[in-house]
């Protein structure tokens, strides 16, 4: 809308106001992550992505006012260390849990009196390799997992 003499003064189109944030950062090249200001929750953490479509914060804007002020840290990629480190904690976790499932039937006298010797040789050589995996060749990048006993 623009200013004529019939239109009041309190009636014209202005920008939405800006919504403040800190911390701005490039966390992929094109995803912003900061904090933002809310009215009810102080500041808040927030993901900004041009390509999202919900726009209860107006991420055009918040997008604008951020290049504007030119204070978001460029995006930094992980270094291949950093990367076969993430690699790393998600296999050690599904290794954590594939051991809970060994130690189930290990740490249960009823259930594992109920095995056969080489059922229970089997099992003892299957926690082992488990407990192995971090010390192959290749890991984190590559990986041969044991085969559990039936």
């Known amino acids: 809308m623009t200013n004529t003499e019939d239109t009041p003064i309190e009636d014209i189109d202005t920008p939405s106001e800006a919504i403040a944030y800190r911390n701005a950062k490039y966390v992929t090249e094109t995803v912003i992550d900061c904090e933002i200001e809310h009215e009810d929750y102080g500041w808040i953490p927030y993901s900004l992505d041009p390509a999202d479509e919900d726009m209860t914060v107006n991420n055009d804007d918040l997008l604008v006012a951020m290049q504007a002020a030119g204070d978001v840290a460029a995006y930094v990629p992980p270094t291949q260390a950093e990367l076969d480190e993430k ?32 059922q229970q040789a089997a099992w003892g050589v299957y926690r082992q390799a488990l407990l192995d995996v971090p010390q192959q060749s290749g890991f984190p990048n590559s990986v041969a997992w044991p085969t559990k006993p039936s």
């Open 87 to 118: 690699l790393s904690n998600q296999l050690r976790a599904g290794r954590r849990s594939l051991l809970k499932g060994v130690d189930a039937i290990a740490g249960n006298a009823l259930r594992w009196g109920l095995l056969s010797a080489e």
